[in-house]
């Protein structure tokens, strides 16, 4: 599962990839040529589409298993000016006309972060913290060559005080 945030400037990442229940840490943004590219949704299958970006973008040879009514991955490609595009089922993508934008399904948790005035990062924070399926690390991109990985502590989290009752 996986939320990927771009804020105008920064794409950021959790590095969780959950499948029949175990965690794993995989990396989901990569540059590629002048462009920075998230995958989202079967991890297996949005590897395939990342090499199909990096073998040119061939129409005719876009993996059929994303014409599929399910279980295809969502690409979104961070073009040079900033400019998104977002490909699913076809080779053809859908120009996305905001400055703010988050997919996966801590998306919902990340947009109300950059709506409050979160960076991408945060906004990656926020819904590792708020999203079961989001976590591991954050990595991040830029499309100045910037990018670099943060992996939290596994400190505890402070305890609620002693005088905090629940019903």
């Known amino acids: 599962m996986t939320v990927i945030v771009w804020d105008g400037s920064i794409l950021a990442a959790d590095r969780q990839s959950t499948n029949n229940g175990m965690k794993r840490a995989v990396t989901k943004i990569k540059k590629i040529g002048d462009s920075l590219y998230g995958i989202s949704g079967s991890f297996d299958r949005g590897i395939t589409v990342l090499r199909w970006v990096e073998e040119g973008k061939d129409p005719d040879t876009w993996p059929e298993f994303q014409r599929e009514a399910e279980d295809y991955c969502y690409l979104v490609e961070i073009a040079p000016g900033g400019i998104l595009y977002k490909y699913e089922r076809e080779p053809f993508p859908m ?61 505890p989290k402070p305890k609620p005080p002693t005088n905090v009752y629940t019903l």
């Open 95 to 155: 120009c996305i006309e905001e400055v703010q934008y988050a997919q996966g399904c801590g998306r919902d948790y990340a947009m109300g972060a950059l709506f409050m005035g979160a960076n991408a990062v945060e906004a990656v924070k926020a819904a590792c913290e708020f999203d079961a399926n989001c976590g591991m690390g954050i990595d991040i991109l830029a499309l100045d060559d910037a990018a670099y990985t943060f992996v939290p502590s596994k400190e």
